[in-house]
C-alpha cells in the first residue's frame, strides 16, 4: 500500500539525548517503516562527535548543523540563541532540499503526486 513513500520526521534534539519528544519520534519513524514507509529522521547534530549519518532501530538518521552548534557553549548567551537559530534554519533548508529533489524525480501530473506531498494545492 505504501508503494515508495516517504517521511522525514524533523526534530531538534534527538538520541543520544533522551526525552518523551525523542523516544516518541523513534517509535513513530519505526511504527512507519514496519508498515512500509521509508521514514527517516532528520535532527541537529549537537556534538561533533555524534555521527553524521547512523541507523539506530533500522531507523535512518542524519544529523545536520554540526559546525555550527557543536563548540556554541563557549559562547555569550545572545550569540548562542543565534547560532541555535542558524541550525535549525539548516535543518529547514535540508528538509527543503529534499523535497525539491523527490518534486523533480515525480511527475506533476500523476496521480501519486497528490499523495506523496500532503501540502499539494489543488
Request: with cysteine; proline share 4%; aromatic share 10%.
Amino acid at each position: 500500500m505504501a508503494g515508495n513513500l516517504r517521511i522525514y520526521i524533523a526534530i531538534s534534539n534527538f538520541l543520544p539525548l533522551v526525552g518523551g519528544a525523542e523516544k516518541q519520534a523513534l517509535a513513530q519513524a519505526r511504527s512507519l517503516r514496519e508498515r512500509g514507509y521509508e521514514t527517516t529522521i532528520i535532527t541537529l547534530r549537537h556534538d561533533k562527535v555524534w555521527p553524521r549519518r547512523e541507523m539506530i532501530d533500522s531507523v535512518p538518521v542524519i544529523r545536520v548543523a554540526g559546525i555550527l552548534l557543536a563548540d556554541r557553549e563557549r559562547l555569550p548567551q545572545l550569540l548562542k540563541k543565534l547560532v541555535y537559530l542558524m541550525g535549525l534554519l539548516v535543518l529547514g533548508w535540508t528538509l527543503w532540499t529534499i523535497a525539491n529533489a523527490m518534486m523533480s524525480y515525480t511527475s506533476i501530473n500523476s496521480t501519486c503526486w497528490r499523495y506523496q506531498l500532503p501540502w499539494h494545492a489543488d
